[in-house]
């Protein structure tokens, strides 16, 4: 009976998807500044074969014209104010070590340049799955012996947004096999689960119905390739497994913590959902 009571909600939840309402990729290209060349549409990785989807897609590519726009020039990015805020960061001396990040890792444009494309990413001394925030923490923890930032608030997401700067235009390229290939398995499983009274999984909205109309939502593949992503609606920067926590939530599931080895393992899958994808954070989003 509960059963078939879920059923029915789940089905009402995708009935307001509105088909009809199918928008096709307009073909617009992004080009930030008027010089970094952003790919927001390429082959489906090999893994991909059996989703059905041929061409990955930026959720640039979904956006209204004022959105895009405002990705457009980083005079009109309001993530940019986060991105100096980051800058300073990198050049305070912080915790008891005595240091900054710029001590060890000298100018960020040199030494960040292609970080952000390849992670998350296998650290060998610890033998683990690192997400870009993860290592952040470690270093500030394990090297300077500072506070970690909280994992989805602002110190982080300057960070994270000023690193990312580094590789636009660079393509995603996480690795996916090797040590990491459990993990990746664990979180393509997640993927595909179904969560909360709506039963419904990531794959359900972001692989199923991309295109279409939810709400007054248009639907995107649900890449990350442009994270963090500064949301117009929330007026700052949102980190990756904060989006992840609010589209669980609307599934009226119980989530996930941030910085959890599930988000961990859902990060590394989505993002190799994206090889191929430039590096576009921070992006901006309604
Ligand atoms: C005492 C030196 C030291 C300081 C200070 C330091 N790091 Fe690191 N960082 C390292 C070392 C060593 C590595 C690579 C080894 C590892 O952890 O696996 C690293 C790796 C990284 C990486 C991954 C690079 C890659 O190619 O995968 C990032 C990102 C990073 N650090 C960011 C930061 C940030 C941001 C700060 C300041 C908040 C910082 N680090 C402070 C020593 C430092
Ligand atoms: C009920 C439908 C629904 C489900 C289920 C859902 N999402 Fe979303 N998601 C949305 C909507 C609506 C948006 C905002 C519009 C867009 O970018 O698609 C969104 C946005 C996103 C974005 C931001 C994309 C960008 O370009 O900024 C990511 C990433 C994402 N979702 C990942 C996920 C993941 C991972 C899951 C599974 C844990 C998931 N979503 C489950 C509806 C859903």
Same mark, same amino acid.
């Given at each position: 009976m509960r059963k078939v009571l879920q059923r029915t909600?789940?089905?009402m939840a995708?009935?307001?998807i509105a088909s009809i309402?199918?928008?096709q990729d307009d073909g617009a290209d992004l080009v930030i500044n008027g010089e970094i060349e952003i790919t927001v549409r390429a082959p489906a990785p090999a893994h991909m074969s059996? !989703?059905?989807i041929d061409t990955i897609l930026s959720g640039w590519v979904f956006r209204s014209?004022? !959105?895009r726009q405002l990705e457009m020039d980083d005079f009109d990015n309001p993530a940019f104010?986060?991105?100096d805020r980051g800058i300073e960061a990198w050049n305070t001396v912080e915790g008891t070590e005595g240091k900054s990040c710029a001590t060890?890792?000298?100018d960020v444009e040199e030494s960040m340049a292609g970080v952000r494309a390849v992670y998350p990413r296998w650290n060998e001394e610890a033998g683990e799955v690192r !997400?870009?925030?993860g290592q952040i923490n470690d270093c500030r923890t394990n090297q300077m012996g500072a506070d970690a930032y909280a994992y989805d608030k602002s110190d982080m997401t300057a960070m994270e947004a000023l690193i990312s700067v580094q590789s636009r235009g660079m393509p995603v390229n996480v690795a996916i096999e090797g040590p990491v290939a459990e993990t990746w398995a664990q979180g393509q499983e997640l993927y595909y689960t179904r969560f909360g009274q709506l039963e419904l999984s990531c794959a359900n909205c972001h692989e199923q119905n991309y295109g279409n109309y939810i709400r007054a939502d248009h639907l995107s593949q649900g890449q990350i390739n442009g994270f963090p992503t500064y949301r117009l609606k929330n007026a700052g920067l949102v980190q990756t497994h904060n989006r992840f926590r609010g589209c669980i939530r609307d599934t009226r599931a119980e989530t996930f913590a941030v910085g959890s080895p599930e988000f961990v393992a859902l990060e590394l899958y989505v993002a190799s959902r994206g090889n191929g994808l430039s590096v576009e954070g921070p992006s901006v989003r309604p």
């Open positions: 909600v789940a089905a995708l009935g307001s309402a199918m928008a059996d !989703t059905g014209d004022e !959105t104010l986060a991105v060890c890792h000298g !997400t870009l925030a």
